[in-house]
């Protein structure tokens, strides 16, 4: 089936399409903008399904690499390959950018152009995960970064201007501390090419690496939420429209784990190596730190994102973990597990979210109670995303948290304990939502509801979500052969 | 004349374009500073085609497409400035300040 | 005798130059960007290549130059009643371009240049140049072709009147 | 049949029940109903099957592989889990069944049938788990079923605040049960259960004596959180905000059994530590003593029941600890046969008079409803411990194993619980049989009376369960066989403590409350102190709410404080004063064109003088 079909190009491809066509489309025919985008991100899904199955796991190396000469002078070439953290990274993104599109798809207000941006951010993702070539790994990620800005400014609710612009701010600051890094390192190398794969067999010198490192991890750590610099991810999370949060806390937040892994570990990893326990220890503070917060929000979406804070500081420590070499094999399983559970969780999360806020306006958790007999459908989906987040078992997060968990405590006992002892404060923090808005007293107020509940096709994406949560919650092993063996491959340096 | 007076005339040449430029309030004085480093640049073209390579076709073809540039430049700058003339009833530089801070 | 043409060509260039930048008469500037214009011209003839000289003469003099003058009657309240400059922004022009110049000039007067001997005379002929434009560069000489058709059709599209039907 | 197809059987058909109520019967409730109890049905006759075919090899599949480590999941059959499991799958038949009567009218019963297959689904998984890693897995999925029928009622403020103490007070525990579980992992490697036990190389043997403690502590924090034993016992009376069936199914009979079951399947290990078992000795004796004495004072009859749960949990692991499995395990299946029993009567009489309340149904007729009254005392009977009944016999193998090496304080200590549970059970049953007057049975109850006040669907489980609790007492051979132990037969004057302490405990309730002259009020009035401390549950929900919750709530605020001024705010503060440069530097944007390009050219000048210089 695969053949000699270039798919990564053609995953690439579809979204690219994809915004071609919906920006010859005029503006009025929103619903051909609607379908282009849902075929486009159907035929992405099909793809990436069937690029999962095709990936060989014993080979466990780059595969379906795919080289263009571009710049030759300077080295940029379009060079696309997955290894197994991108291959269902990629798949990840198709899901959300499936359910994002449906998610969005009563959309009213400028269709043509929120999709156009949505699709280019899309496109960045992709690129990013694909591109095995650092210009062009750095040019996707600033594709996909940059068309936050319209998406919040436009389409978003609340304090959405200061929300936009504190969100760019970050990131932007981010990108200053990355650029300097990245050529620093095209220039160290010597190499006089951009070929990520020939870079990370290329040892840079000790100094060089420690020097360089902290850039490249704070500059991917400030979109990953990292502690102390997460505050622009709550505040865009909420200011922004749902299928925005889904792709922004889903995909956005893991190009930042991302580049930790495939900048940061794998080009410097003496660099890595060095700083870790400082690292690690910033992660683990935002475990907890974030649960804390979480748990005295009155606003949904502010507890769900600090509750991404939270867990996206479970996939940085076990980023973090996995180069000290005592469980590093089950901490790197675990993070990148949790940038997959976190992603669907987090889409999940702000899907039924953002119904909710569009059916009734509110986002205050207090002005509900009884929520639950009013819309059964969308909070018991609810319900199963913030079990998710709670770790509950048979639930895909339980794995992820569980590797890394194992990892901390064999490498540090106390940071282990105590970030285990966090899971009671993720619990709190989710419960507290449950029983203050789902359960309780019936208000009145939200009697209107009643009527429109999720319905029909409604319910396909936030089905597809929990499908996809409980299908890895029971078969991990789907995902983990996938991830092993490159784990097993990128952890021989250490 | 050597090589080095032609490119030293050609510098005079580009700096009093570019006076020009920045100093008049007239856009069409603007544009003929804009032709006057244009010429600058043709001149140094021609200088090094003369002195310094071997097969002199290059520069020649250089310059004449540097003349057919301008030509299209002009059209286009003279429309605009007939356009803003017609709309804002001015071409003084210094009363187009769209990008004002 | 040969050195004493290229110096008045020299000096036409720098006096039309001279005039075509300082002098605050539109007019005044047009003229000078003739007198320039022939002068180099003049020096592209000494330079060996005398078609480029003719081209130069052809659509710079003949067809840029006169195109100007007409924009200029077109917008002619500015050109007779030109208006006074300031003092701070001339001054400020007159800053920068000799910072460029200047600068410049030390570029220049350090940098070393690479020599030829003189190309054999054959080497200038107007045949070389034409095949040259339709073999080596043919695809800039078309993409320039298209640029200018884009050019007139782009300027057509500007200076057109506007849907009221008013004539600047 | 092959053991993979009848554990199949056994574990999945309450799982395709749940999933097929959940997603497509919502609209159909006796559909539901009908799918629920086919696949409780379907699952008792699966694991009633493995039980007849005895212990076999275990099944083990491979989950996945991360590194060097693979992990498993599968069943094991062996003595304890094939017992447990056929008591598991018929009480919560038996429940289903009751359920069918008791929340006929119920606008959700979908959902709550669902959850009742959920929850045994999870059970029976946790029960037959091979892996210890499985084990913790089914065990979050019990507390979250546990969770869900709690909160069932979810528009009763109580009921939500009780699903959520439940669930975060057995979270507590499992925080110290995976810390524990991962422990295991890094010592021995696996989570193999058979392997871990295995003489030879298993934990015992492989681990160092202060690990191994730490791991059977950890463990058994786990274990006092899920089984409501002290400190972290005072999730379950409030839990009992559910609807009853579920209060017999989940907070009596099985779920809060599983940390007794946990400690029985890894019993080896705890035998292994000395400290654990003194630790857990300490724990389950003060556990005993305490919830007998809050049921002592309580007038709720669930919360009786449910005080009643904790402290004979606390008597099974007194029974494991003193080192007799066959006790501990002898004494989970009576007391899950005799307790739901007791539960499901207590339904019986709540759902007639709507109300919980002791003396109330005692004044309003409880005892006209000959039935149920049968059964609360048949069930009581065995509570207390009154030969020939159920808990008589396994009581007597705690007292036993504890008094093997003489008398120590804690057989003293399980010798008055056990007089006390005597006298607060009869206080109950002479509650509601022997009320000092009772009211006249309103019109109504004859309007509509059939004789008998229960729908078959509530009568029968209850009387199965009566019958059950009768001659439960008389399987311990079975079980002991089924163990692979020896039963012991204990002599008559080894009794003789045990059943004089019930005698004690009987006449005492019978002068307190039973006699006709009697004041109906507990000797314990006597004491104000005490039973003010009684009523209140010896303070420890006070302590958790002064202490515990609101040091949380302030280390949240506080941080709430400094993410708002330290963090966001200092960003905040930065990125304004960048917008304060932004506007002293606009005076430098006059739109000038010209301007902008001027100084760009300059700029380019100096470079290119540089580059003149240094070149």
């Not at chain 3, 007159?94 to 940098?111: N, R």
């Amino acid at each position: 089936m695969m053949g000699d079909l270039p798919v990564l190009t053609t995953i690439l491809l579809c979204p690219v399409a994809a915004l071609v066509l919906v920006l010859l489309t005029p503006a009025r025919a929103a619903h051909v903008v609607r379908w282009i985008s849902a075929a486009s991100a159907l035929l992405a899904s099909v793809l990436s399904i069937q690029l999962w199955r095709a990936y060989d796991t014993v080979q466990s190396g780059f595969q379906f690499v795919e080289i263009i000469p571009w710049v030759q002078e300077v080295g940029i070439s379009y060079h696309l390959a997955v290894d197994g953290f991108s291959t269902i990274l990629v798949m990840l993104n198709s899901i959300v950018f499936f359910t994002g599109v449906l998610t969005m798809w009563d959309l009213e207000t400028r269709v043509k152009e929120f999709f156009a941006f949505m699709l280019l951010l899309v496109i960045g993702v992709y690129g990013v995960f694909l591109s095995q070539d650092l210009f062009f790994f750095f040019l996707f990620y600033e594709i996909a970064v940059v068309p936050m800005y319209p998406l919040i400014l436009i389409w978003g609710s609340g304090n959405r201007d200061y929300a936009a612009m504190k969100l760019m701010l970050f990131l932007l600051a981010g990108s200053a501390l990355l650029f300097p890094a990245l050529l620093s390192i095209y220039h160290a190398s010597g190499l006089g090419t951009f070929n990520m794969i020939l870079l990370a067999q290329k040892s840079f010198d000790p100094d060089f690496q420690i020097f360089v490192y902290p850039f490249v991890f704070l500059g991917f750590g400030v979109l990953a939420g990292l502690f102390p610099f997460h505050g622009w991810s709550p505040t865009g999370h909420v200011a922004a429209p749902s299928a925005v949060s889904m792709l922004h806390a889903g995909v956005l937040m893991k190009l930042g784990a991302y580049g930790i892994l495939a900048v940061g570990i794998r080009l410097l990893p003496m660099g890595a190596v060095y700083w870790a326990p400082t690292f690690a220890t910033l992660a683990a503070i935002g475990v907890v730190y974030g649960a804390f917060i979480a748990m005295r929000q009155t606003d949904f979406k502010f507890v769900i994102g600090f509750s991404s804070v939270s867990h996206m500081g479970i996939v940085v420590l076990g980023l973090n973990l996995a180069v000290l070499g005592t469980a590093g094999q089950d901490a790197l399983n675990g993070a990148v597990f949790q940038m997959f559970a976190h992603g669907v969780m987090t889409a999940l999360f702000f899907s039924t979210v953002g119904f909710i806020y569009d059916r009734s306006h509110s986002k205050t958790i207090a002005d509900f109670g009884g929520l639950g007999s009013q819309m059964p459908r969308a909070v018991s989906i609810f319900i199963i995303a913030g079990l998710c987040g709670a770790g509950v078992p048979g639930l895909a997060s339980f794995w992820a948290e569980l590797l890394v968990f194992m990892a901390a405590l064999k490498t540090y006992p106390v940071m282990g304990v105590a970030i285990i002892v966090g899971l009671v404060l993720t619990a709190i923090y989710v419960l507290r939502v449950f029983s203050m808005a789902f359960f309780g007293p019936v208000n009145d107020k939200w009697d209107g509801l009643r009527a429109v509940d999720l319905q029909g096709w409604q319910l396909l994406p936030r089905a597809l979500l929990v499908a996809v949560l409980l299908f890895f919650g029971f078969f991990p092993r789907v995902l983990l052969d996938v991830i092993d063996g490159t784990t097993t491959h990128m952890l021989l340096v250490f | 004349m050597n090589l080095e007076s032609f490119l030293l005339l050609s510098l005079v040449l580009f700096s009093l374009g570019l006076f020009a430029v920045l100093a008049h309030r007239n856009l069409i004085a603007v544009l003929i500073g804009v032709e006057l480093m244009m010429n600058a640049a043709s001149l140094n073209l021609m200088a090094f085609n003369r002195f310094s390579v071997t097969d002199p076709v290059t520069g020649q073809v250089f310059v004449l497409i540097i003349i057919g540039l301008a030509a299209a430049e002009v059209a286009i700058f003279l429309s605009i400035i007939l356009n803003l003339y017609r709309t804002r009833r001015t071409i003084d530089a210094e009363q187009l300040t769209e990008l004002k801070g | 005798m040969e050195q004493a043409v290229q110096y008045l060509f020299v000096g036409l260039v720098l006096i039309g130059g001279g005039m075509a930048a300082l002098s605050r008469h539109v007019l005044y500037n047009i003229i000078g960007l003739g007198i320039s214009l022939f002068g180099l011209a003049g020096l592209f003839l000494q330079l060996g290549s005398p078609f480029v000289a003719a081209m130069q003469l052809l659509i710079y003099l003949g067809g840029i130059t006169v195109a100007i003058v007409f924009a200029m009657m077109l917008s002619i309240a500015m050109t007779l009643d030109p208006p006074p400059r300031t003092p701070v922004k001339t001054g400020f022009a007159a800053i920068a371009a000799l910072t460029f110049g200047v600068g410049l000039h030390g570029l220049i007067s350090t940098a070393t240049f690479a020599t030829a001997p003189p190309a054999p005379a054959d080497a200038w002929a107007v045949a070389h140049i034409g095949s040259a434009l339709l073999e080596r560069y043919n695809l800039v000489f078309e993409t320039l072709s298209v640029v200018l058709l884009l050019a007139i059709i782009g300027a057509i599209l500007i200076a057109r009147p506007d849907r009221t039907g008013k004539v600047a | 049949m092959e053991p993979l197809s009848l554990i199949l059987l056994t574990t999945v058909a309450p799982l395709a029940a749940f999933t097929l109520a959940i997603l497509l019967l919502m609209q159909q409730p006796r559909l539901a109903q009908i799918v629920v109890i086919g696949g409780g049905t379907l699952s008792l006759a699966g694991a009633a099957l493995l039980l007849f075919q005895g212990p076999m090899a275990p099944l083990r599949y491979l989950w996945f592989t991360s590194g060097d480590m693979q992990l498993r999941f599968g069943f094991l059959f062996d003595g304890i889990s094939l017992m447990f499991g056929v008591a598991v799958a018929l009480i919560t038949l038996c429940v289903m069944v009751y359920s069918l009567g008791y929340m006929g009218h119920d606008p959700s019963k979908t959902r709550y049938f669902a959850m009742l297959a959920l929850f045994e689904w999870a059970m029976l998984s946790f029960v037959y788990a091979v892996d210890l890693l499985q084990s913790f897995i089914f065990w979050e999925l019990v507390g979250l079923a546990s969770f869900f029928l709690i909160g069932f009622w979810y528009e009763k403020p109580s009921a939500t605040a009780a699903a959520k103490k439940a669930f975060l007070m057995t979270r507590v525990g499992d925080v110290g049960l995976f810390i524990g579980v991962l422990l295991v992992l890094q010592v021995a490697g696996h989570f193999d259960i058979p392997g871990l036990l295995a003489a030879d190389t298993g934990l015992v043997a492989q681990a160092k004596p202060a690990v191994l403690t730490m791991i059977t502590l950890l463990i058994f924090v786990g274990i006092v959180g899920k089984s409501a034993q002290f400190p972290l016992h005072t999730w379950l009376p409030d839990a009992m905000e559910g609807p009853t069936p579920v209060s017999a199914l989940l907070h009596s009979a099985t779920m809060v059994a599983a940390g007794v079951y946990l400690m029985a399947r890894l019993h080896p290990l705890f035998m292994g530590s000395e400290t654990t078992l003194g630790v857990i000795l300490v724990i389950a004796s003060i556990t005993a003593l305490l919830a007998a004495t809050m049921a002592m004072v309580a007038t709720d009859i669930k919360k009786v029941l449910a005080y009643s749960s904790i402290s004979q949990l606390g008597f099974m692991l007194l029974g494991l600890a003193a080192g007799s499995l066959f006790a501990g395990v002898f004494h989970l299946i009576t007391h899950a046969l005799f307790k739901a029993l007791l539960f499901l009567c207590s339904g019986l009489f709540i759902h007639h008079f709507e109300s919980n309340d002791l003396a109330q149904i005692g004044r309003r007729g409880g005892r006209r409803m000959r039935f149920a009254t049968a059964g609360l005392l048949v069930g009581g009977a065995a509570l207390a411990g009154i030969p020939p009944l159920g808990g008589f016999f396994s009581k007597e193998e705690i007292f036993a194993a504890l008094g093997q090496d003489g008398v120590t304080i804690y057989s003293i200590v399980a010798l008055l619980a056990a007089f006390l549970t005597a006298y607060y059970t009869f206080r109950m049953i002479f509650l509601v049989t022997r009320p000092a007057h009772m009211e006249q049975p309103a019109p109504e109850d004859h309007a509509h009376g059939h004789g008998r006040a229960e729908p078959w669907s509530m009568a029968l489980p209850v009387l199965l369960l009566t019958v059950g609790a009768a001659i439960a007492g008389f399987w311990g051979s079975a079980i002991a066989s089924g163990l692979g132990i020896g039963a012991a037969h204990h002599s008559l004057a080894s009794m003789a403590p045990a059943v004089l302490v019930v005698i004690a405990g009987v006449l005492l309730a019978w002068m307190d409350f039973g006699r006709q002259s009697a004041a109906r009020v507990g000797f314990i009035a006597r004491i104000p102190a005490l039973e003010k401390l009684f009523n209140n549950g010896w303070y420890v929900d006070a302590f958790y709410d002064a202490v515990v919750v609101r040091t949380t709530m302030l280390i949240a605020t506080i941080l709430h404080a400094v993410e708002n001024k330290l963090f966001d705010g200092s960003f905040d503060r930065l990125g304004f004063s960048v917008l304060g440069i932004g506007a002293g530097t606009t005076r430098l944007q006059n739109g000038w064109v010209q301007f902008y390009a001027g100084w760009t050219v300059i700029l380019i000048g100096v470079a290119a003088a540089y580059i003149g210089m240094g070149g």
